[in-house]
């Protein structure tokens, strides 16, 4: 038996899941984005500096097929990996901010509330 059913959402967009899956995404979520950040910056390292292990590894696998790349289509090459990298990275630690528990979107709702409250004492004060 299958559930279709699509979990709630907020009206930010936010999807609501209980505390236990909210704590798994947002530890792995983040383990994964640092992860992803670090590595990106080895491929700003490796893109920089030509006695770097990544580099050196890279260039040979490369001159087993015949083919000397060029020492600037390298370092852009490992440039624009880094930058990719480090954008996977940032995605991934985003998408792992729009989950929220029920009690998230309720203190969220009691302050708005709050909020309102207040502001429309004051407008009745003014006025």
């Keep these: 038996m299958s ?10 967009g936010s999807v609501v899941v209980p505390m236990r899956v909210y704590k798994g995404i947002t530890v792995f979520s983040t383990l994964v984005a640092t992860a992803l950040v670090v590595f990106g910056f080895f491929m700003f390292d490796a893109a920089t500096r030509l006695d770097n292990p990544i ?10 097929t015949g083919w000397t790349p060029a020492v600037g289509t390298v370092n852009v090459a490992f440039g624009l990996l880094g930058i990719g990298v480090l954008l996977l ?4 630690y985003v998408l792992g901010t729009r ?20 502001d429309s004492q004051e407008e009745h004060n003014d006025g």
């Design 99 to 118: 989950f929220k528990t029920a009690e998230m979107v309720e203190s969220e709702d009691s302050t708005d509330s709050d909020t309102t409250t207040m």
């Design 55 to 64: 580099r050196e590894a890279a260039v040979w696998a490369v001159g087993l």
């Design 3 to 12: 559930n279709d059913t699509q979990p709630p959402r907020t009206p930010d």
């Design 89 to 92: 990275g940032a995605g991934s």
